[in-house]
């Protein structure tokens, strides 16, 4: 299986702070990696796919960026809604998986 | 809008089988992947795996032996069938749509499945 580790595990920021959560695969996933926000007790929500394609609806303060083994999730300008955990998932091959998340706090 | 929405026990005996059913409103799961997915506090998100628009299922090599995703187009509803379980499968489950196989871009809120006697 391919492992996926993020860092940081947890992040205390402000609002308007720029963030950076990195993930970093096991090995070369070529671009197959997507980014999702989850709030306690809601549906995870799918911020980034294929590495660096918004998905429609979400912020454009989100972006994400690289290929290969090394990728980021940038929030531009935190806002309060912003909270929540953050997971990257890979889908270069099967089982898919999720890195171990990390926990923005506003 | 798709929505997806989990039922099932929330409580579940050692050795004993574990079910769910997922019924999903606004899309037909004839089209895309659907998906389970669960998260334990030691192991974080896990994929079980998936059932094909067509019917065929693919699985977490981890969980192959133990699990079944079926499917009942008639009332648009995909289900988990997990056996043996123990506490190591207590989690949160979730369903969600899966783009060909690979993003999932539509959740359900989970459902808590503990495993105790």
């Known amino acids: 299986d391919i492992q996926m580790t993020q860092s940081p595990s947890s992040l205390p920021a402000s609002v308007g702070d720029r963030v950076t959560i990195t993930c970093q695969a096991s090995r070369d996933i070529r671009k197959f990696l997507n980014w999702y926000q989850h709030k306690p007790g809601k549906a995870p929500n799918l911020l980034i796919y294929?590495?660096?394609n918004l998905e429609t609806g979400v912020p454009s303060r989100f972006s994400g960026s690289g290929s290969g083994t090394d990728f980021t999730l940038t929030i531009s300008s935190l806002q309060p809604e912003d909270y929540g955990t953050y997971y990257c998932?890979?889908?270069?091959?099967?089982?898919?998986?999720f890195g171990g998340g990390t926990k923005v706090e506003i | 809008q798709v929505q997806l929405r989990e039922s099932g026990p929330g409580l579940v005996k050692p050795s004993e089988t574990l079910s769910l059913t997922c019924s999903v409103s606004g899309d037909s799961i004839s089209r895309y992947y659907w998906t389970w997915i669960r998260q334990s506090p030691g192991k974080g998100l896990e994929w079980i795996g998936y059932?094909?628009?067509?019917?065929?299922?693919s699985y977490n090599p981890a969980l192959k032996s133990r699990v079944t995703i079926s499917r009942d187009t008639s009332k648009n509803q995909f289900s988990l069938t997990l056996t043996s379980a123990t506490a190591a499968d207590t989690a949160v489950y979730y369903c969600a749509r899966s783009r060909y196989g690979s993003t999932f871009d539509r959740w359900g809120q989970g459902t808590q499945v503990t495993v105790s006697s």
């Open positions: 059932i094909f628009y067509n019917g065929g299922t």
């Open positions: 998932q890979q889908y270069d091959s099967l089982p898919r998986t």
């Open positions: 294929d590495a660096t």
